[in-house]
């Protein structure tokens, strides 16, 4: 099925539920000016829905705009492919959106342009209320081109001083625009930390080391729920290799504690929240 | 490597820096001076006025009434507050205890040294309101950026004709300034006080601000109200002023709680195209009807 | 700008002889926020403590920092010494430069810079301390004791007999536990029965106890002094309160299932009580053995019943009670041991069996009405073998540790059985034999003068040659291998936690230990009590123990009780968690970490944050302050920070660290 | 000075620069793809130097640097002491964008009430070699349609243009600042006798070979501007359209931080143990907390208010006060927003041409 | 670093220190009068699931040249679970640490008891000396001078591994 059709299978489903009344919008992707870009696009009425476009350039995941609307008064729906599911479910895990609120609209996924999808490992979604098309059982299944933890084993292959030299490189790069965390799906705190500078865990300041304390930080924060979108990077405007920080941290816990994935299911728990008494502690 | 600027040539593009600026320290808008407490007046449980001199022995500024100043503490940091009187070498300033600057401001004591900087913010218009009549209506501590236009009417008094200050707080121990209120001002101009509620020791007027601004009915001729107080506060005075007949152009409020830079810079402070620090913080009401409801 | 005094002591030469306190002390005038320092040659003495208070009369002080020795030392002394002077008693800070500066660096250059360190990050902190009060919590002078053995019992009784309200829940229909289906005690060999039932009917009659037999333990919400439990009274069918007991409905009963009162060893009807002498001492329907309740025909108990007590609609009922204290006395069962030993039959032979089913063999009041007799055969056993440690003492079979009562009880049933069965040759297979207590090694003594032949080894094998089981071993003090033909083999099994009781641990938020057994607070120092405030502990339910260690036990739990319900209310540590509300973004990340469940989702209108800004009811995250013990586990599982530590604040920390460097 | 001009190769472009290296210090468009930006030279680097590009964050942060300190406290006396900004700097290689971005800047923070002192410092020890676009560096480049010239920088101190040939660059020399850059290059030529690489042209005619090259290039993104934008936009304060336009923004700061006009700042402080440092550092009125008044009162709550404050800012406020737009079509919101925000959606609805 | 430099260069380390634990061995190793180097500063905390990563990447970015988390030993915990949280975020920590190019040396967590006070003193001698011969850490965040270019201007592009990446 190319994507023309797929977009006809979206339009026609999204406008069938608008105009039955059974969600009050339907998530998905518009075109922009530009033949290369698309941008979310909340259709709110039957003739919206034939404003929805699906093609490889819908590289942004939309499970973030979930979170700006956490209490709507009629169902939402919303196109999902991997990437979107398993943040839904790390979202509802996490007490942020609610399942019931949710009308999933399957997507399977072949990829798109984005970089985050060369080392994506799920593209099909993992929940969903209907699939609009059946998987491609050949294409999805494909194993992806980059490694899991790529970012990280590159970094992981550096010394010490070239890891240094590294990420001084990096976040002298970095400008602290945050689009890293608001792209996030798992960054779904009402307010960060760092916009609290006030309660005194980080300052505004850029500085390189600033902006790997927020980075590392934010890897803490979300690196054990991380379900390894990519949308950090994506984001990114300065392309930053923001994903290795996470990967380092799912890398870790993998070396401690066996597989780990997130955003299988929507009750898994996370890594530092939960601990075994067998846990390792070589070090201590 | 320090590499001094040797080219002593002005610059001429047309839209480079006025070269007539001193760039010594001083000159920088956003370096605080310091300054001693001088006296400090325990208003009310949880305000003070601060009299303040530069530790130079001078005089700071010499603000409109209206102003603002920039005060800070090394290790809390800054915030905005009315200037509520001046005398020949030193400003004041009254500060409710409300957070954690303002809890160490209450810390301080005579002789303690702290950052200002300003004045800051246009003032009330003392020319224009010449020749009028002047209702003061104020709430809690925002009779404290009232204080300052009262304060500079009184010393010019015959340039304004009728004044009247109705003021009311929660309670009786919660009203500030009240030397001025049961001393200094009766018989200068009228006042009405008011107290939310019954107590013992209050055996004035009981009964909220706009309610008492309803009862005294002051005639809208020739008048300007100058208001100041919380939100709640002004909102319903605003409706019992248009229902007593004043004009927008004769209302005037301050809407200083949304300066933060002081000079205009940060970009937080604008409301459409005004700069609440460059343009305001006073405004007629008519004035704030024209912004965007970004309040 | 806080106005702080900084007072460095000498103690003595303690201090002052390793650490320049004079430095120390004129360093600290120019601290931030320091308007006065003093030393003196002891701070914590009547004159240093008067020094102190006077400077906070003369110089305003705010907070005060103490540059002295452990904060665990005099924290105390001088949070009461701050009491006094009017001043919060949480605006100190202990700058300990004795027992970890002065005591341990030799070079007076280097201890005074890091003592000046030290005191600079005290004042740091003391900066953002911020006045705490401590909170009364009114107090419910009633206890709730979960369980209903001798442990349970005893508890009950010790705290009604002190004036106070108990509810004892048990789950079975009667109180008694494992305790009367024992036949006789060591090292007395007085009757179990005897002494056990008394006090059953003591708790029975007590003005001040509530026995819910029959009933569980459903929900436990609350803290310390202010627990609300919700008891399920499990379905009985039978009027309790018109049914006299009479037994008429139990000796018709049509239907007969295995009593598990009597291990099997005879059958009860499907209405029945638990025992002769149960108490309460009145009938309820097994629900899954009746026939009217499974097909709804029968109905024989409801004709027979003169009182019309039966009722087939009866059904579950729950109901809530508030208590202030709680002692869980949940026990234990014998390991099901022919799950762990296949090669000693895995119950395929009869003739083997279980101590407790052993207990119920001998009992004068037991299915043989005491006679020793095979199960296979009912003839009597003329060589009996009984193993130890079976399931005790077997990390890769069993459990690892040692059951502790084993030994005595093994020795008891030798002794039991020399008493009934002339000429009986009775084995014993041990590991160790463990007997420190009153009159143990005695009893032990005396039973292998009584003939008891002691093989020291485990069994590896029981297998059947025609009628006789023999128990193959390797005897280890002699080397080499043994086999004792035995017509009856008595398992003496380890003791495991009883079923249910890691779900009565989890809704009390108590902890267990690998093998299930509840955690005291501390292996020394509070034994009898939990982790979680108000959570007591009583017998076999905190690992292994016999009868005396139990009723200790039991008793001393009852007297924290006591202790805690002869207070009005108690005062509760301010320095807990706090969640800013505004900043709490719902996740429940803290709550999944505390370990008190001090923390729950409630809910508070808001706005959202994100695209609109509707008014929502929003979920947040609130602290119990009952329950809270103030870890702060909590405080680093928030991303966010909107749960703090009041004492010890993000930010208090983060200063503190800010403080060693410029 | 119209008439100063002079050739320089783009083989001899290191030396010209290498020239320039004792007088200030120089910043020029380095690096390759992601990482060009406006990096410091030194002799190693020349070699680095990338002017096939513009880097994605302007010139503007090295006269408004996104952290600087404006003065440190003494903890105990409360005394402040201002840092010297003294250092002549130049800026090689700015964009004519990018310098109509720093004429906005010069115009919000020297003009209107207050001079910031550390801008206006910086910017008068700040010379500017700026760089004629003959392509558009970015696909989504606007330039044309917001009224700028891609070809022209009458605010720059010299004038870079590449030539037809695209083998050199012209250089016009603007001001007196540029003539100071001139004198270092004549002096050069002198020394090193390399004559031919630096021709000096005494008259506007030039060779054939030294001509700009093609001055009819254009944006390929046009956009229909009213003049009375501003006006009509203010029209539309109310329109529920904002809230369309808006509800793909996820409220991060990249628009802001690569934009060369805004310059909104936040002022905090750091307190060490000997040190306080008041410093500030660049903000966005997209993030959430930007206008949250003590007390929590937040005048714009969503990102609705937000972003039509942010577009409203460049397209409205601005030319009421400044009479200028503060969009010059650099086009980098565009091409970096993460949600593929447009700004040129907004000024065509806003002009009525959607 | 000059020799002289070297020789006497003091780091300074803090550690978090647990109240009910390591705070108590600590003191009892002054109370038996042990001797140890005097780089340690010791933070008291009501227990090691109460330090926060954050305050280990604060600490290096103010300049400390080590870090310590203490604790009780797993199973000994005064709340219970506490250290079994503090287990999981410091095993993480080190290695993210380590990743992010500070020396994984500079970073200690350690199961210290009561009464383990020549536990403590060992462990800080330990820290102290592997400490001080790595030399001053480079993490510190330097207050940027007003005159100095701004962060990404002075780029190094000093790793191209763009390919890898």
Redesign the interface.
């Known amino acids: 099925m190319n994507y023309t059709e797929k977009t006809k299978l979206i339009q026609t489903r999204a406008a069938a539920l608008l105009e039955a009344g059974e969600v009050s919008y339907v998530l998905g992707w518009g075109a922009t000016r530009f033949a290369d870009k698309t941008r979310a696009r909340f259709a709110r009425s039957p003739e919206e829905a034939a404003t929805l476009v699906y093609n490889e350039h819908c590289t942004q995941s939309l499970a973030k705009y979930l979170v700006d609307d956490r209490w709507p008064e009629t169902r939402i729906a919303i196109l999902a492919r991997g990437c979107e599911s398993r943040a839904i479910n790390r979202m509802i895990r996490d007490n942020q959106i609610r399942r019931e609120n949710l009308l999933i609209l399957g997507l399977p996924c072949e990829g798109t342009d984005a970089e985050r999808c060369r080392s994506c490992r799920a593209h099909d979604p993992v929940v969903y209320d209907e699939l609009l098309w059946e998987p491609n059982s050949t294409g999805a299944a494909a194993a992806a081109e980059l490694s899991r933890y790529y970012r990280a084993d590159a970094v992981d292959a550096l010394s010490a001083a070239e890891k240094k030299a590294y990420w001084d490189d990096v976040y002298a790069r970095c400008i602290r625009c945050y689009a890293c965390r608001n792209a996030c799906p798992v960054c779904s705190c009402r307010e960060c930390f760092v916009d609290m500078h006030r309660t005194g865990f980080q300052g505004k300041r850029h500085s390189a080391t600033d902006n790997q304390t927020f980075g590392v930080t934010r890897a803490f924060h979300v690196g054990d729920r991380c379900i390894e979108c990519g949308e950090c990077e994506r984001a990114c405007p300065m392309g930053l290799p923001i994903l290795a920080q996470t990967q380092k941290i799912l890398k870790e816990i993998e070396a401690l504690a066996g597989d780990y994935e997130q955003g299988l299911d929507a009750a898994q728990d996370n890594y530092l929240g939960a601990f075994d008494l067998d846990d390792k502690d070589d070090f201590m | 490597m320090t590499k001094n600027n040797g080219n002593g040539n002005a610059i001429n593009s047309s839209r480079t820096p006025a070269v007539a600026h001193d760039c010594s320290c001083e000159s920088n808008p956003l370096v605080p001076t310091l300054c001693e407490i001088i006296g400090i007046t325990e208003e009310t449980g949880d305000v003070k006025t601060f009299r303040l001199r530069g530790t130079d022995g001078q005089k700071p500024f010499s603000p409109m009434p209206g102003q603002l100043a920039m005060i800070s503490l090394p290790r809390t940091g800054e915030a905005m507050f009315s200037i509520t009187s001046q005398g020949e070498d030193w400003i004041e300033s009254s500060i409710k205890r409300v957070g954690e600057l303002t809890e160490d401001l209450h810390d301080l004591e005579v002789g303690d040294i702290l950052g200002v900087r300003g004045p800051y913010g246009n003032h009330f218009p003392v020319e224009e309101l010449k020749g009028k009549n002047l209702l003061f209506v104020g709430g809690g501590i925002g009779l404290a950026p009232i204080r300052s236009l009262i304060l500079y009417v009184l010393d010019h008094r015959e340039d304004y004709l009728r004044l009247d200050v109705l003021y009311g707080s929660r309670s009786f121990q919660d009203l500030v300034f009240k030397a001025d209120l049961f001393e200094n001002w009766p018989g200068l101009c009228g006042t009405h006080i008011t107290v939310d509620a019954e107590e013992s020791c209050w055996d004035g007027h009981v009964g909220f601000v706009p309610n008492y601004l309803e009862e005294k009915a002051f005639s809208p001729d020739n008048c300007v109200a100058v208001i100041c107080g919380p939100p709640i506060m002004i909102k319903f005075c605003l409706d019992k002023l248009a229902a007593m007949g004043f004009s927008k152009e004769n209302i005037i409020t301050t809407l200083e709680m949304r300066m933060k830079c002081g000079i205009g810079k940060c970009g937080r402070c604008n409301i459409g195209s005004k700069y609440v620090c460059l343009d305001g913080p006073v405004f007629t009401l008519a004035e704030l009807d024209e912004l965007p409801d970004e309040k | 700008m806080s106005k702080v005094g900084v007072f460095v002591c000498h103690c003595g030469t303690n201090i002052a002889a390793a650490v320049d306190v004079v430095r120390a002390c004129e360093a600290a005038k120019s601290m931030p926020g320091v308007v006065h320092a003093a030393e003196y040659k002891y701070m914590c003495s009547e004159p240093g403590q008067q020094m102190i208070l006077d400077a906070i009369k003369e110089y305003g002080l705010k907070r005060i920092v103490i540059a002295s020795c452990s904060p665990r030392m005099h924290e105390t002394t001088f949070r009461k010494m701050l009491k006094k002077s009017g001043v919060n008693e949480y605006l100190i800070e202990i700058a300990n430069i004795r027992e970890q500066v002065a005591w341990v660096h030799d070079d007076k250059e280097k201890a005074t810079e890091k003592a000046i360190d030290l005191i600079r990050m005290a004042v740091a902190k003391v900066c953002r301390d911020e006045p705490l009060k401590s909170q009364m919590i009114p107090i419910t002078k009633r206890a709730l004791v979960i369980g209903g053995g001798i442990a349970g019992i005893q508890a009950a009784l010790d705290i009604a007999d002190a004036g106070h309200e108990v509810t004892l829940v048990e789950r079975e229909p009667s109180i008694g536990g494992r305790m009367v289906m024992l036949d006789k005690t060591f090292p007395t060999l007085d009757c179990s029965a005897c002494i056990s039932t008394p006090k059953m009917v003591d708790v029975s009659a007590h003005p001040n106890i509530r026995l819910l037999a029959y009933s569980e333990v459903a929900k436990v919400e609350g803290y310390i002094g202010n627990f609300t439990v919700t008891i399920r009274q499990k379905a009985r069918y039978v009027n309790h309160d018109i049914c006299t007991g009479c037994g008429a409905c139990s000796e018709k009963c049509p239907a007969k299932v295995p009593s598990a009162f009597n291990k099997g060893l005879s059958k009860r009807p499907a209405i029945y009580t638990l025992f002769p002498q149960a108490v309460p001492a009145k009938p309820v329907i097994d629900k899954d053995s009746c026939i009217k309740l499974k097909s709804g025909k029968c109905g024989v108990c409801e004709k027979i019943c003169p009182l019309g007590c039966i009722n087939y609609e009866d059904e579950d009922m729950e109901f809530t009670e508030d208590f202030g204290a709680i002692v869980t006395a949940t026990g234990y069962q014998t390991a099901d041991w022919a799950q762990m030993y296949d090669e000693y039959g895995a119950g395929r032979f009869p003739d083997v069996i279980d101590g407790l089913t052993f207990e119920r063999l001998v009992n004068a009041s037991g299915p043989t009405e005491g006679h020793i007799v095979r199960p296979s055969d009912g003839t009597e056993p003329k060589t009996i073998s009984i193993i130890k440690c079976v399931g005790s003492r077997d990390p890769k079979k069993g459990r690892a540790y040692c059951s502790r009562a084993c030994c005595m009880y093994a020795a008891k049933h030798a002794r039991q059985i020399f008493g009934k069965i002339e000429g009986v040759r009775v084995f014993i297979f041990y590991i160790d034999v463990r007997t420190p207590g009153k009159g143990y090694e005695e009893f032990y003594d005396k039973t292998r003068e009584d003939g008891a032949i002691y093989v020291r080894g485990r069994v590896s094998r029981i297998y059947k040659e025609g009628d006789t089981l023999i128990c193959q071993a390797e005897d280890s003090l002699l080397g080499k291998q043994v086999r004792v033909k035995s017509d009856l083999v008595i398992l003496e099994t380890a003791m495991e936690p009883a079923e249910g009781s890691a779900s009565v641990a989890g809704m009390l938020g108590a902890a267990v230990d690998g093998d299930g057994w509840l955690t005291e607070a501390h292996p020394k120092l509070r034994p009898v009590e939990t982790q979680v405030g108000g959570v007591f502990l009583a017998g076999v339910c905190q690992g292994p123990k016999d009868i005396p260690d139990t009723v200790s036990q039991a008793s001393a739990a009852a007297a924290k009780v006591i202790g805690l319900l002869n207070k009005n209310e108690m005062e509760s540590s301010p320095m807990i968690a706090s969640v800013e509300a505004d900043k709490c973004s719902g996740c429940s990340a803290c709550e999944a970490i505390c370990p008190y469940k001090a923390i729950t989702m409630g809910e508070q209108p808001g706005r959202e944050a994100g695209g609109n800004s509707k008014k929502v009811m929003r979920p947040i995250a609130v602290v119990n302050a009952g329950l809270c013990q103030g870890c702060g586990a909590c405080t680093v599982a928030c991303r966010t920070g909107a749960i703090d530590l009041l004492g010890y604040r993000n930010r208090q920390i983060l200063e503190e660290v800010d403080a060693l460097w410029v | 000075m119209d008439n100063k001009t002079i050739t320089i190769t783009k083989d001899d472009l290191a030396t010209a620069i290498r020239a320039l290296l004792p007088a200030y210090n120089v910043y020029a468009p380095a690096g390759e793809g992601e990482r060009l930006a406006f990096a410091a030279l030194d002799e190693s680097r020349l070699g680095a130097i990338n002017l096939t590009g513009s880097p994605v964050i302007p010139p503007k942060e090295l006269l408004f640097p996104r952290s600087e300190s404006l003065y440190t406290l003494d903890p105990e006396t409360g005394a402040a002491t201002v840092p010297e900004i003294a250092e002549s700097t130049l800026i090689f290689g700015v964009r004519p964008c990018d310098l109509r971005g720093i004429e906005n800047l010069d115009a919000a923070f020297l003009e209107k009430g207050y001079v910031d002192s550390n801008y206006a410092k910086r910017r008068e020890n700040t010379t500017i070699i700026a760089l004629a676009c003959v392509t558009s560096p970015y696909e989504t480049c606007f330039c044309e349609s917001m009224g700028g010239d891609p070809l022209a920088a009458k605010g720059a101190d010299v004038l870079l243009t590449e030539t037809k040939a695209g083998d050199a660059f012209t250089a016009a020399f603007q001001t007196p600042k540029g003539l100071q850059v001139k004198l270092l290059w004549d002096s050069l030529a002198m020394d090193c006798g390399s004559a031919p690489a630096m021709t000096e042209g005494s008259k506007p005619a030039m060779t054939e070979g030294s001509k700009p090259a093609m001055t009819g290039q254009h944006n390929t993104l046009r956009v229909t501007k009213p003049d009375d934008l501003p006006q009509r936009l203010m029209a539309a304060f109310d329109d529920p359209h904002w809230a369309v336009l808006s509800e793909a923004c996820l409220g991060c700061g990249t628009c802001s931080y690569v934009c060369p006009t805004c310059y909104c700042f936040d002022i905090d402080r750091e307190s060490g143990a000997k040190e306080i440092t008041e410093y500030r550092c660049w903000d966005c009125c997209m993030f959430s907390d930007y206008s949250r008044m003590a007390g929590g009162h937040n005048p714009r709550p969503t990102k609705k208010e937000r972003l039509r404050n942010r577009y409203l800012h460049k397209l409205a406020y601005f030319d009421e006060r400044y009479g200028m737009t503060l969009c010059v079509g650099c086009g980098r919101c565009i091409a970096k927003c993460p949600a593929s925000l447009d700004i040129t959606e907004v000024i065509e609805w806003g002009g009525g041409a959607l | 670093m000059g020799i002289n430099e070297a020789t006497t260069y ?1 780091p ?1 380390i ?1 550690a978090f220190c647990c ?1 009910w634990c390591t ?2 061995g ?6 038996n ?6 780089n340690v ?7 090691s ?7 280990i ?3 290096f ?4 040249d080590g870090v310590m988390v203490c604790g009780c030993h ?2 000994d915990c ?5 250290n ?2 503090t ?10 640490l ?6 994984p040396q500079r970073f ?4 210290i008891s009561g009464s383990e006070a020549a536990k403590f ?1 060992d462990a800080v001698t330990e820290v102290a000396q592997v400490v001080k011969a790595l030399g001053p850490a ?10 100095k ?11 191209q ?2 390919g ?2």
């Not at chain 5, 005064?78 to 506490?82: A, D, E, L, N, Q």
């Not at chain 5, 270019?149 to 790793?159: C, G, M, N, R, T």
Request: hydrophobic share 40%; net charge positive; glycine share 6%.
């Open positions: 003091e300074k803090l109240n705070y108590t600590a003191d009892l190793a002054g109370l009068r042990m001797k140890y180097p005097a500063r010791v933070v008291r905390v009501p227990c699931g109460r330090v926060n990563p954050q305050f990447l604060r600490a970015a103010r300049g400390a797993p199973g005064h709340y219970t679970t506490g079994y949280f287990r999981r975020r410091f095993m993480l920590m080190k290695k993210v380590e990743f992010n190019g500070i020396e200690h967590a350690r199961w003193r480079a993490t510190k965040v330097t207050t940027q001078a007003s005159s270019a701004p962060a990404s201007a002075d780029i190094e592009s000093s790793v591994k763009e890898a990446l």
